[in-house]
């Protein structure tokens, strides 16, 4: 996992450094040609044009500028008050006006950098006029080539428009302590690690899953959450809608539940199962909502809540907070909206923690960037999905990936995570265009760890 920290963060670890303010200018500075150079593919006869700000930002900025200098490349600089309109000819531009001091709407006008023509722009730790905490930007400011961000990752590199603004990331270790972070990105060998192996001697009851889901006319999601559960892991997955036969795959056991007071009938034989999904497809109609209730208050194994499961518990999350055992929830940005009254802020990290802390359960904020927040505190960011996961019933299929990891005994936290990445990897496993959400749990196959 990599370090992910907040600008306040951020600067309580500059200031708890040993070392003094210039060494680590320097440090910095050292990396920013390092990266520029490489981005040049060398120095003679290359031309690079840092724009500096006042603070430490702009002093890496020059720093790598005499570093370049001294190896032969041509280096013009403009200072923050002397920035012009359009900048003169160049091969690269070092961007290091502000860095992560910048706040969009806190006061402090909309960058609008300087025209750079063709040239290449690496900006240092963020681009200028990209709000590091959020990643909102202002109009005007650069999307980099590259960005070098220094000992740890910031979220708005990761998360709304910044990811888009900052291109390649790299990060670069000068010395500095971050292992007090409680945000990390999740990497692929995290994945591998956590992603639960069935044992040579399992058989089928071992990580088995219990799906709630789909009604007459809405069994598309009950379907794809249940085929995802069974490509995932889980040795036995077993559906059942209210009021209709879910006519899903063979391998899926299948019953239909009647169509009101159906709780009970799922608690029969629940503590066979080691997860259980409720609410893809299943209805806004009153007696749903109150099976649902009733289901998620008494189920003494984990629980994965979606759709329209977090709909029946939006006007009281108690039902989820007073669950004794683990819940997952897995709002998209409409649903966060009915838990919480409000669409998530801008700090999509704190949105899912406040939700997290709330509901006392795993939140799995769904986005370009998924958070995964616990109810202490912590948080795994998920960057890997892209736009083929943008459409219908890609969520349902989250859902019984998720449930699977659950099942196999991955601790809730992580199995959301690992989810995330595992359904994105996926849907790379897939064309570039044409994806269905359906097409999902056959890649998962090549998916998994």
């Given at each position: ?18 070392e003094p303010v210039d060494v680590l200018i320097q440090r910095a500075g050292r990396a920013v040609a390092r990266q520029a150079l490489g981005m040049l593919g060398g120095a003679y006869g290359r031309r690079v044009v840092v724009l ?127 292992t007090g972070a409680d945000t990390h990105l999740v990497e692929r060998r995290d994945v591998d690690r956590w992603w639960p192996r069935r044992r040579p001697d399992a058989h089928k009851w071992v990580g088995a899953t219990r799906i ?6 809405m069994l598309g999601a009950a379907r794809l959450s249940a085929a995802a559960a069974a490509r995932a892991g889980s040795g036995l997955v077993s559906l059942s809608s209210p009021g209709a036969d879910p006519d899903a795959r063979s ?199």
């Amino acid at each position: 996992m990599l370090p992910v920290v907040t600008p306040t963060q951020m600067a309580a670890i500059d200031a708890a450094a040993p070392e003094p303010v210039d060494v680590l200018i320097q440090r910095a500075g050292r990396a920013v040609a390092r990266q520029a150079l490489g981005m040049l593919g060398g120095a003679y006869g290359r031309r690079v044009v840092v724009l500096a700000g006042r603070g430490n930002n702009g002093a890496d900025g020059l720093v790598a500028g005499d570093r370049l200098a001294a190896r032969g490349v041509q280096v013009r600089t403009f200072a923050l008050d002397a920035l012009p309109a359009r900048l003169p000819a160049c091969d690269l531009v070092i961007d290091a006006v502000f860095g992560t001091g910048y706040r969009v709407d806190g006061g402090r006008a909309p960058f609008s950098a300087p025209e750079a023509g063709e040239a290449a722009v690496l900006a240092v730790d963020i681009p200028s006029g990209v709000d590091a905490l959020t990643g909102a930007a202002s109009p005007g400011a650069y999307v980099a080539d590259r960005t070098v961000t220094f000992q740890a990752l910031k979220p708005g590199q990761l998360i709304g428009s910044g990811a888009r603004h900052c291109g390649e990331l790299a990060v670069v270790d000068i010395g500095l302590d971050v292992t007090g972070a409680d945000t990390h990105l999740v990497e692929r060998r995290d994945v591998d690690r956590w992603w639960p192996r069935r044992r040579p001697d399992a058989h089928k009851w071992v990580g088995a899953t219990r799906i709630v889901a789909g009604s007459h006319g809405m069994l598309g999601a009950a379907r794809l959450s249940a085929a995802a559960a069974a490509r995932a892991g889980s040795g036995l997955v077993s559906l059942s809608s209210p009021g209709a036969d879910p006519d899903a795959r063979s391998e899926i056991i299948q019953h239909e539940l009647p169509p009101a007071g159906w709780a009970a009938d799922v608690l029969t034989d629940i503590e066979r199962f080691a997860a259980l999904v409720c609410g893809p497809g299943l209805g806004l109609g009153t007696e749903n909502a109150t099976s649902i209730r009733e289901l998620a208050a008494a189920a003494p194994i984990p629980l994965v809540l979606d759709g329209d499961g977090l709909s029946a518990v939006a006007d009281d999350l108690s039902v989820v907070a007073d669950r004794a055992a683990p819940t997952v929830l897995t709002p998209h940005d409409g649903e966060y909206r009915r838990l919480c009254g409000a669409p998530p802020e801008a700090d999509r990290v704190a949105a899912a923690r406040a939700l997290a802390e709330r509901a006392d359960a795993v939140v799995l904020l769904k986005g370009p960037t998924t958070v995964v927040a616990e109810p202490t505190g912590r948080v795994l960011l998920v960057d890997h999905g892209d736009e083929r996961l943008a459409t219908a019933g890609s969520g349902d299929v989250l859902t019984g990936i998720i449930a699977a990891a659950v099942a196999g005994g991955c601790p809730p936290l992580e199995a959301a995570a690992a989810g995330a990445w595992v359904h994105a990897e996926a849907a790379r496993c897939g064309p570039p265009t044409g994806l269905l959400a359906g097409d999902l749990p056959d890649l998962l196959v090549d998916a998994l760890p």
